[in-house]
């Protein structure tokens, strides 16, 4: 069994910070990528930011600059540090982990995901 446990989200006005956690617990066995994506009203759910097992990182271009994705293996957690919020960034974010355990094949695994609202 796996879990993914998001948190950080909240209400922030616009040119404000948050930051987002999320961990992972369970019998796992590697982890190949951890990312997060989020959905706003009515929208398709995008992707954000991702990293690998290498340590390489990918962004969208609507966060490029603004946004960044880290991890700590020693908790299994990946964070993404939001910085210069704008209105456009409102939406719920959910953590992906792309991982193998111990006795199943390699697949997806979503959080439940966190709300982050930017207004004023």
């Known amino acids: 069994q796996v879990q993914l446990v998001e948190s950080g989200g909240g209400l922030v006005q616009p040119g404000g910070s948050l930051r987002l956690s999320c961990a992972a617990s369970?019998?796992?066995?590697?982890?190949?990528?951890m990312g997060w994506y989020r959905q706003a009203p009515g929208k398709e759910r995008e992707l954000v930011a991702v990293?690998?097992?290498?340590?390489?990182?990918n962004y969208a271009d609507s966060v490029k600059g603004r946004f960044t994705i880290s991890r700590d293996n020693a908790k299994i957690t990946v964070y993404l540090q939001m910085s210069s919020l704008k209105p456009e960034d409102t939406a719920l974010y959910y953590c992906n982990a792309d991982l193998r355990t111990y006795d199943s094949s390699r697949r997806n695994y979503w959080g439940q995901g966190t709300q982050v609202t930017v207004s004023s």
């Open positions: 369970g019998s796992i066995f590697s982890i190949n990528a």
């Open positions: 990293i690998t097992s290498g340590g390489s990182t």
